[in-house]
């Protein structure tokens, strides 16, 4: 099984909808971090969590927010969806040391 | 600022042939270095990675990179490419502080026969 897996993989959504993207991780790390890529931007951050009560803001936090709901499980929510918001999400972990970061498969989101 | 360029939007290399991807980084702290790669529909699998000692490290699918502090880079090569290579490269920094990586935009490798 993956370390770190994301639901859906797929979603088209339309504007103005509330999407849930979710994340769950099987390698008993602290830290999981949410990052959007787009073509020719590279991947950026938009929200990060040290542990379940420490959630800080990323490069690109506005109109998102995000949930740690246990160790293993970070969602991402986007609370009225617009079409800029189509991209490539994903989802990473790491440990406390930060060295390595695992990535998730991504979620490719469409908002028409 | 913290940042990472990658000058090369794009590159097509020859079967066979040499490659060398560039990177360079500003950083205000020792930098912890990454290459990843992004083959087409897939995520992020990383290539190599620089923390500290030899600057020459040694990655999977016989790719290398060079840490140079005195020219801030951190450029990946392969000796000889094959057609399994094309796809999207990533140089990323992260420090000793433990926060999140900063990427680059990325260099997209096209590999002619």
């Known amino acids: 099984d993956a370390d770190v897996t994301q639901t859906p993989r797929n979603r088209i959504t339309k504007t103005g909808k509330r999407i849930m993207l979710e994340c769950s991780q099987t390698?008993?790390?602290?830290?999981m971090y949410w990052y959007r890529q787009d073509p020719g931007l590279g991947l950026r951050l938009i929200y990060y969590?040290?542990?379940?009560?420490?959630?800080n803001k990323g490069e690109i936090s506005d109109g998102y927010s995000v949930s740690r709901q246990a160790q293993a499980k970070f969602s991402l929510s986007l609370e009225s969806a617009i079409p800029n918001q189509t991209a490539l999400y994903f989802c990473?972990?790491?440990?406390?040391?930060?060295?390595?970061?695992?990535f998730g498969p991504g979620t490719r989101l469409t908002v028409l | 600022a913290q940042s990472v360029t990658q000058p090369d939007i794009h590159i097509t290399v020859s079967e066979g042939a040499s490659l060398e991807l560039r990177c360079n980084y500003s950083?205000?702290?020792?930098?912890?270095l990454f290459w990843y790669v992004q083959s087409p529909g897939q995520g992020l699998q990383l290539l190599l990675k620089?923390?500290?000692?030899?600057?020459l490290v040694q990655g999977i699918k016989g790719f290398e990179a060079e840490f140079k502090r005195s020219q801030s880079s951190f450029n990946l090569r392969k000796p000889s490419v094959h057609w399994s290579d094309a796809a999207e490269y990533f140089c990323?920094?992260?420090?000793?502080?433990?926060?999140?990586?900063?990427f680059g935009k990325g260099t997209t490798l096209s590999v002619s026969s």
């Open positions: 390698k008993g790390h602290d830290r």
């Open positions: 969590s040290f542990d379940v009560k420490d959630i």
């Open positions: 990473a972990t790491s440990d406390r040391t930060a060295m390595k970061q695992f």
């Open positions: 990323a920094v992260g420090g000793v502080t433990g926060t999140a990586l900063i």
């Open positions: 620089y923390f500290s000692g030899d600057t």
């Open positions: 950083y205000g702290a020792t930098p912890y």
